[in-house]
């Protein structure tokens, strides 16, 4: 089990992750489209719910150009009355294992009280990879309050993807 931060440049390691619908959904592996993968803190914070939201609303333009998976360490229940409650689009997946948060190099956190959350559960990152599985970009948080603003993220990733730029941030 790996803590150190994700290396840009690298191939991300192989995970998956349940869908919501009973599927499942895969990084770390080829695939023929770029591809986003957005952790988030779970139900229990409002702060995911608006940005997820956000997301959501701009789904379409998202989805033009690559394949968005958001996932959290929630249980399927609590990811389905989400998804019930917000009707979400993207695809939802849960049961995020905290090896799996350790390997994406995320801040893992204790539940404050039982009326948090009753797990440790992953804070906020943001992952785009090539279609080869290279990690691209990456963004991770240690609290809610700092996420990267998703008109700037896709304007990013739309010029990035069409003029296939070279990876920033290694050295």
Not at 109 to 122: H, I, K, N, V, Y
Request: aromatic share 8%; proline share 5%.
């Amino acid at each position: 089990m790996s803590s150190a931060k994700p290396r840009v440049g690298a191939i991300v390691e192989a995970a998956s992750f349940p869908h919501v619908d009973g599927s499942t959904r895969q990084i770390g592996q080829s695939s023929d489209r770029w591809s986003v993968l957005f952790v988030y803190r779970g139900k229990h914070c409002p702060r995911c719910k608006r940005y997820l939201n956000k997301l959501n609303a701009a789904l379409d333009q998202w989805t033009a150009k690559m394949d968005v998976i958001v996932v959290s360490a929630d249980t399927q229940e609590k990811a389905l009355a989400d998804r019930a409650e917000f009707g979400w689009n993207f695809d939802l997946c849960y049961g995020m294992t905290e090896e799996q948060m350790r390997a994406l190099g995320l801040y893992v956190s204790d539940p404050l009280s039982e009326t948090e959350t009753t797990t440790r559960f992953a804070e906020p990152g943001t992952f785009a990879m090539r279609p080869d599985g290279t990690l691209m970009l990456v963004d991770i948080s240690n609290g809610p309050a700092a996420r990267p603003d998703l008109e700037e993220l896709l304007d990013g990733m739309i010029f990035n993807i069409d003029n296939d730029r070279p990876i920033r941030g290694t050295a």
